[in-house]
Nanobody, 124 residues
Framework: QVQLVESGGGLVQAGGSLRLSCAGS????????IGWFRQAPGKEREFVGA????????FYADSVKGRFTISRDNAKKTVYLQMNSLKPEDTAVYYCAAAGGLLPPATSNDYLYWGQGTQVTVSS
């Protein structure tokens, strides 16, 4: 089993940057792909991006490609979401989640473990 805790959210002006962290616990953390999702008020949870268990591959939604970067440090059991050039439409609660398998899925139903979320607010 894996427990996940997100941190690093906050309020930032448009064009600014934030780095979110997803800290994991459990001996098998490095066995899991980690995905990032977000949910804005009144909207469905959407896929932001994901990283393979090894860190060798990353995947991004078109809406964040070129602005967001996911990385991981398995020794620290932590995955990072670096968000640059933030826009007001990036405002949401951001969640990290863990999934098994060779490639990280893009659908939330395929993720086994979830963090509690961290709020990101981008002001215009």
């Amino acid at each position: 089993q894996v427990q996940l805790v997100e941190s690093g959210g906050g309020l930032v002006q448009a064009g600014g940057s934030l780095r979110l962290s997803c800290a994991g616990s459990g001996r098998t953390f490095s066995d899991y792909a980690i995905g990032w999702f977000r949910q804005a008020p009144g909207k469905e949870r959407e896929f932001v991006g994901a990283i393979k268990w090894s860190g060798s591959s990353t995947f991004y939604a078109d809406s964040v490609k070129g602005r967001f970067t996911i990385s991981r440090d398995n020794a620290k059991k932590t995955v990072y979401l670096q968000m640059n050039s933030l826009k007001p439409e990036d405002t949401a609660v951001y969640y990290c989640a863990a999934a098994g398998g060779l490639l990280p899925p893009a659908t939330s139903n395929d993720y086994l473990y979830w963090g509690q979320g961290t709020q990101v607010t981008v002001s215009s």
